[in-house]
Each structure stands twice: as C-alpha cells, then as structure tokens.
C-alpha cells in the first residue's frame, strides 16, 4: 500500500478483555516496529520485526503484550486481560531493508487509540 | 543507554517568526537523525532523515542540521504560518545486536498564532 495502515483507529474496550491491533506495513518494508505514546509521555517502543530474524521483544512491558508477524507483512499486537494502564496510542513503523550504516528513515502509521474503561 | 533530549519543551511564536528546534543526543554512535511531526490525535509525519554522514537536509521552510560529534541536531523552521502548530519530535536510530531502532525525545510543542 502507500502508507502504514493501523486498524482499528480506535478501540474501546473493558478492563480484563483481550484486544488485537492490526498493522500492514508498506510493501517491502522488511522492517516493523510498534511503538506505544501514553498520554503526556514520549514514545515507548515496544518489539521491532526485521525479515525472518527473531523479533526483538525487549520492550514489551509484561507478558500480557505479545506480538505476530504473519508472512513478513502484516502484523498483530495482542494484549491480554487489559489493565487501564494499557490506554494509550499504539503506533506501528515500517521501514526498508536494513543495509548498515545507510539506514533508511521509518514511515509511521497514524495509530490505534486504545481506551481501557 | 541512548537518551535524547529536545529543548523548548512549548515555544510560542507569531506568524511569520524565523525559529529554532533543539535536539541533544548523548551516544554520538547513531546511524541516522529523524524530525517528525505529530498533529493532536494523529500520527507522526516524517519531516527529515538526515544520515550519520551528512550534516543538514533541507525541505522547503525547514532544515535540519546534525552535528554528531557534539550530539546536536536543529530544526529551523523559516517563516513560520500558524499551520506549522504541532508537535516535533526528534528520534536517533542507532544499530543494537539484536538489530535497529528509534530512541525519541519527549518532543516541543510548537504554537504559530495568526
């Protein structure tokens, strides 16, 4: 596609459910990267996909966040038994093959805005 | 650890002003320098990419400059119009074992009034 697409753009959801947020980098881009923007705060990363090497999962906060890359293309991060802490927006970059020292710029999606009531 | 740093924290300026963004990195070691913008609710729109070789980009009103020795990149915005109101963030890529990612600052928040 053109772009980084996130769905949904919003979700609402209750304490204790699962949610899913979808990303679908664009075409090529090997690389995929979540990030997470709390409100007020700067942005967290959160797991970093490139090809078919192991995800770096660093920056997930606890074991209720994990994360998919089906295909290398699109992605899925899942959060389990959501906690109101959790509410914040999820942004998802993709970005080209990574080369050395010639690394390529990250082209962001426009974020899911999740609310845990 | 890298940390990035970006002063003003809110700058409010009026229309048509000249201004300067700052951004301070503390591990010169970085293979590239990016300044996004972020509109209230909205994404981040990718400004300039300036690499570890280069030392300033230019795109219409804005140029980015980088000094990477001292850790210092500037976002000078020419000619400022109210629709530049957002919020800029300046991220350093830098190359771990496990492979690449942006370390951001907490970003300036920019106010151009008519």
């Known amino acids: 596609g053109a772009g980084v697409s996130q769905s949904p753009s919003n979700k609402v959801t209750e304490k204790g459910k699962d949610v899913e947020l979808r990303c679908d980098p664009i075409s090529g881009h090997t690389a995929l990267y979540w990030y997470r923007q709390s409100l007020g705060q700067g942005l967290e990363f959160l797991i970093y996909?490139?090809?078919?090497?192991?995800?770096?999962k660093s920056g997930l906060p606890s074991d209720r966040f994990s994360a998919e890359r089906t295909g290398g293309s699109v992605s899925t991060l899942t959060i389990q038994r959501t906690q109101q802490e959790d509410s914040a927006v999820y942004l998802c970059?993709?970005?080209?093959?990574?080369?050395?020292?010639?690394?390529?710029?990250?082209?962001f999606g426009s974020g899911t805005r999740l609310t845990v009531v | 650890k890298q940390e990035v740093t970006q002063i003003p924290a809110a700058l409010s300026v009026p229309e048509g002003e000249n201004l300067v963004l700052n951004c301070s990195f503390t591990d010169s070691a970085i293979y590239n320098l990016q300044w996004f913008r972020q509109d209230p609710g909205k994404g981040l729109t990718s400004l300039l990419l300036?690499?570890?070789?280069?030392r300033e980009q230019t795109s219409g009103r804005l140029n980015a400059s980088l000094d990477k020795s001292s850790g210092r990149s500037t976002l000078y915005i020419a000619a400022s119009q109210p629709g530049d109101s957002a919020t800029y963030l300046c991220?350093?890529?830098?190359?771990?074992?496990?492979?690449?990612?942006?370390?951001f600052g907490e970003g300036t928040q920019l106010t151009v009034n008519p």
């Open positions: 991220a350093v890529q830098v190359r771990e074992t496990s492979g690449s990612r942006l370390t």
């Open positions: 300036i690499q570890s070789s280069q």
């Open positions: 996909f490139q090809g078919n090497s192991a995800p770096d």
């Open positions: 970059a993709s970005s080209r093959p990574i080369r050395g020292p010639r690394d390529y710029g990250y082209t």
